[in-house]
């Protein structure tokens, strides 16, 4: 059976595995081999297919074991219609919702025919139906233009919550205009891949952002003071730094406390990290004020952080809560998020503001991408080439970690895939190069750490790469500089020196419990006094359980 960590990766296995198999042979009209039909019969395979999007999946009968589906698919000179089929491995069930194949006892839709169709408002016409100011509604109703896609059905058929992704929206960000988009608070481009400043490319300094994911603790410290040991120096004369996006549980404060004062950049991946994707891709704004908000109050707490830095988040598996998400963030003071990827491209994307349009499409992980505009910047993950050989051999998607890279098996691959991606942000508009891990991925096999830590030196040679963090990597762009006048960024520069209280070598190993996990005794290992409670989404100080 499949591990949690590898779960959406054997859930896609198993859905190629089903398009590998033969069409199911299906006629013109299909008759069900038991004799009993499901209204399907006496449709022609053109009336199933009207309307239908070319890649949905849709079962023609209810009965049988749930593992078969079909899609529509043209063939041929005259683009004749056909039936496509798709069979789920033996033990799995195909979701319609979600459109792949999952465990059978989590498919709770297997009678089902299809997707249900949402109605749709009318929002392209000749001529205006409504009056100005106002939008049609799929049944022709007309409303304020301003109460669509505002998480609230004004609609009586509900269709003003329909059409509501970054192309649809009515009340969508405006495309880039530069004349109202000023740094340093903002920055955008038509495509996204402008310099800041307009410098040339050669006077701009190529940035690379290490960053890790989830809980940190014994596990992963001494990998973390391996990369970052105090000992290798940007050209400026500061350390190199990373940034770490953190989860609550598991994680040991006093390290993190270390992490913080030696000048890394300490940002939000939730407090609960909940292994529900449509948890956080429908998250309502107190579920991302809760996860987030809350997550930075414990962190602070119990690792003494009491500067304001962390100001960055992440969402968990990538799963971007739209608007309401980027609401919240504004409201609490968040700075950036580093959760939207943008699709690999000959030239890189650099990170941009909110307040307009995404430069580019709404990609991966069944994104809710923001349509509105927000005071927010993107910290944009673009996708890393991962072919051997890109001069060579035939294109492949991209991948935003580096371990989701799924062909990168050994160190040599390692080595290439890095200096592949170093070159194509390089050569071309210098836009920040990405790298994001989960420590265990670096730690599963010698090699990998070996050849990044080789990768970093190399780099160091050179007078023109910077290791930095998020915030450093906003605070060039605000104030663009080239390199020639770089070594003394005094941005850069107020980080240099390690400064603070010294690493806390005794933390307390404070054994708790709390209501909202119900028979699970926890350690949180802290410099700071013990809490009452271990600290959790409804009592994030640890103070006291209040039940809402």
């Keep these: 059976m499949a591990t949690p960590s590898n779960y959406s990766k054997w859930l896609l296995l198993a859905l190629i595995l089903g398009l590998s198999a033969s069409s199911l042979g299906l006629r013109q009209k299909r008759q069900d081999d038991e004799g009993e039909g499901d209204g399907n019969e006496d449709q022609s395979i053109d009336e199933l297919c009207k309307d239908r999007p070319p890649d949905e999946y849709f079962r023609l009968t209810t009965s049988g074991d749930c593992r078969d589906v079909v899609r529509c698919d043209k063939v041929g000179e005259n683009l004749k219609t056909r039936?496509?089929?798709v069979r789920c491995p033996n033990g799995l069930a195909f979701d319609i919702e979600r459109q792949t194949c999952d465990w059978?006892?989590?498919?709770?839709?297997?009678?089902e025919l299809d997707k249900p169709r949402k109605v749709l408002p009318i929002l392209k016409t000749d001529e205006p139906i409504c009056p100005e100011g106002k939008l049609s509604c799929g049944n022709g109703e007309c409303i304020e233009k301003e109460l669509f896609c505002n998480d609230k059905p004004d609609c009586k058929d509900e269709s003003d919550e329909n059409a509501c992704s970054v192309e649809s929206d009515p009340n969508r960000a405006p495309d880039c205009d530069q004349t109202q988009c000023v740094l340093p608070d903002c920055f955008c481009s038509a495509d996204g891949t402008r310099i800041p400043g307009n410098i040339e490319p050669n006077q701009v300094p190529q940035m690379i952002t290490i960053t890790f994911n989830g809980?940190?603790?014994?596990d992963n410290t001494d990998l973390y003071d391996e990369i970052f040991n105090g000992q290798r120096q940007n050209p400026n004369g500061c350390q190199i730094r990373g940034t770490f996006f953190m989860s609550h549980k598991y994680s040991n404060y006093a390290s993190v406390q270390d992490l913080h004062r030696r000048g890394h950049e300490i940002a939000m991946f939730s407090l609960t990290h909940k292994d529900e994707p449509k948890y956080w891709t429908g998250g309502s704004y107190d579920d991302w004020l809760a996860e987030m908000a809350g997550g930075r109050l414990i962190v602070e707490r119990f690792a003494n952080i009491t500067d304001g830095s962390i100001i960055g988040v992440r969402a968990p598996y990538l799963r971007v809560g739209g608007n309401k998400q980027f609401e919240m963030m504004a409201d609490q003071y968040f700075v950036y998020d580093a959760s939207i990827t943008a699709p690999l491209g000959r030239v890189p994307i650099w990170p941009y503001t909110l307040y307009f349009r995404m430069p580019h499409k709404c990609n991966g992980n069944a994104q809710n991408c923001p349509s509105r505009s927000h005071p927010i910047w993107e910290m944009v993950m673009n996708e890393l080439d991962r072919r051997d050989d890109p001069t060579f051999d035939e294109s492949l998607p991209g991948c935003h970690f580096v371990d989701s890279c799924s062909n990168i098996q050994t160190g040599e691959q390692f080595a290439r895939l890095l200096r592949h991606n170093f070159n194509r942000h390089f050569s071309t508009n210098?836009?920040?190069?990405?790298l994001h891990f989960h420590a265990s991925w670096l730690k599963s096999k010698k090699e990998f750490k070996e050849e990044l830590i080789k990768f970093i030196e190399e780099m160091l040679d050179r007078n023109d790469v910077y290791f930095v963090t998020m915030l450093q990597v906003i605070q060039w762009m605000q104030n663009p500089t080239e390199l020639t006048s770089l070594r003394d960024f005094q941005e850069w520069k107020e980080k240099c020196d390690v400064k603070g209280?010294?690493?806390?070598?005794?933390p307390n190993p404070c054994p708790l419990t709390t209501r909202e996990l119900p028979g699970q005794t926890i350690?949180?290992?802290?410099?700071?006094?013990?809490p009452n409670n271990y600290p959790w989404i409804l009592d994030p100080t640890g103070d006291g359980f209040s039940a809402k």
């Design 104 to 111: 059978k006892t989590h498919v709770k839709n297997c009678k």
């Design 430 to 434: 210098r836009a920040p190069l990405g």
């Design 215 to 218: 809980a940190i603790n014994v």
């Design 501 to 506: 209280q010294p690493y806390c070598s005794l």
């Design 523 to 530: 350690r949180l290992f802290t410099c700071m006094e013990c």
């Design 83 to 85: 039936l496509a089929g």
